[in-house]
């Protein structure tokens, strides 16, 4: 069973890890800055996982244990990219390119064994920062409960006129995960990047 989980483990750490051709999403010096070459990528809904990599202890972690827990992931025909497992830096870092008019949709998931923990997404919300400077909303203020336990949020990408391709928004994930009887909350904050229709 040890072997079964590191070598699950290991996959994920590939996965992590390997970049597209495409590069959609690679990481970025500083937050939300605009980068001069913006790929060329299919229109299609996002799913971003927020994956439970081993079973969360009984107590708060640090933000620098957080990234040893858990791990953001996109796989779909743009790529196969995530965070840096151990690297609390690529949470911040981590860009999902998004598409006007279709969805993005956090998910909560989890590796074999762990029981019954899973990370709840709470909120997706702006940084108070960008709300504050009028920056651009790529994603409305409410999303849709979905999932098996309505666990996961999703959203329909807007599409104002005012939004241009490779327009980023810094915004953040807030997780639930349950433990026994204590409910441990925590905020990521990575970015999206705008693409029109």
């Known amino acids: 069973m040890k072997n079964?989980?590191?070598?699950l483990i290991a996959f994920l750490l590939l996965i992590g890890c390997e970049k597209s051709t495409k590069t959609p999403a690679s990481p970025v010096d500083s937050p939300v800055q605009k980068r001069e070459a913006i790929p060329e990528l299919k229109p299609e809904d996002v799913d971003i996982m927020v994956i439970l990599l081993k079973e969360h202890p009984d107590k708060k972690l640090s933000n620098n244990e957080l990234a040893?827990?858990?791990q953001l992931t996109v796989n779909n025909s743009n790529g196969v990219y995530g965070t840096i497992i151990g690297d609390p830096k690529s949470f911040i870092k981590f860009t999902v390119d998004v598409f006007a008019k279709k969805t993005v949709t956090w998910k909560g998931g989890k590796l074999a064994g762990i029981g019954g923990q899973k990370?709840?997404?709470?909120?997706?919300a702006q940084k108070e920062r960008q709300v504050q400077?009028?920056?651009p909303k790529i994603i409305p203020d409410k999303g849709t409960r979905v999932g098996p336990n309505g666990d996961d949020l999703k959203f329909t990408v807007n599409s104002d006129n005012s939004l241009q391709k490779?327009?980023?928004e810094e915004y953040d994930i807030k997780i639930n995960i349950k433990q026994r009887d204590s409910t441990y909350v925590y905020i990521i904050d990575p970015i999206i990047r705008y693409h029109p229709e």
């Open 4 to 7: 079964y989980a590191l070598l």
């Open 68 to 70: 040893e827990y858990i």
């Open 119 to 124: 990370p709840r997404i709470e909120i997706i």
């Open 133 to 135: 400077e009028r920056g």
């Open 166 to 168: 490779g327009d980023e």
